[in-house]
């Protein structure tokens, strides 16, 4: 993967019932974790400089970060991790990125910690939606049943691990609220 100059993180919070209207933004990542701490979300900026090939497998990506998932898997009880990489030669993006953009929750935390690239979570909570545009070294924690989607963008290129209770509690419960597409996506 070719590695660009680092993208911010940014936090943007909207009013849900009106998308013009952003309450708040902020690129600093303590004043991130801060207000995605009061919906319940764990945001935290971790060291990602392990330096993956281009054609690194989901072992050599898991090996790599060993330290920091035995770290959460201790901290919150997960017994599973996995990698999720897309790049430019991912085939079936376009189809893959509408299905994340589509309002759901899980039965169990969805736990990301951003080692490359960028994608965009947009949580729904108390009446407004905050769209979190994590980067390399991002480390975002969803609490099961809160209600969200993931924008990976137009041209996706990023590799997050994540972690589980149990993999069959991650699968995704679509609300068909259709609140998604009234929302900027990543890439503008």
């Known amino acids: 993967m070719t590695v660009a100059s680092q993208p911010a993180t940014i936090l943007r919070v909207f009013d849900d019932g009106n998308t013009a209207a952003v309450l708040h933004e902020t690129e ?11 919906i319940g979300v764990r945001f935290e900026r971790w060291s990602a400089d392990a330096a ?9 990506v898991l090996q790599a970060y060993a330290p920091q ?4 898997q201790r901290e919150g009880g997960y017994g ?11 085939p079936n993006t376009a189809s893959m990125r509408e299905k994340f953009l589509n309002e759901h929750a899980h039965s169990e935390d969805e736990v990301r910690f951003f080692v490359e690239g960028r994608g965009a979570f947009y949580l729904r909570a108390n009446g407004k939606v905050y769209q979190t545009v994590c980067v ?37 419960n679509f609300t068909g609220d259709p609140i998604a597409g009234r929302y900027p996506r990543l890439d503008g």
Do not use: Y
Request: net charge negative; no cysteine; glycine share 8%.
């Open 80 to 90: 599973a991790a996995d990698v999720i990489r897309v790049t430019h030669e991912t």
């Open 136 to 172: 390399r070294g991002d480390l975002i924690s969803v609490p099961a049943g809160t209600k969200h989607w993931f924008d990976m963008g137009a041209d996706p290129e990023f590799t997050a691990i994540r972690l589980f209770t149990n993999p069959e509690g991650w699968v995704a």
């Open 69 to 72: 998932i035995e770290l959460l």
């Open 52 to 60: 993956l090939a281009n054609g690194a497998s989901q072992e050599e």
């Open 28 to 38: 600093d990542s303590r004043e991130i974790a801060r207000l995605l701490g009061e």
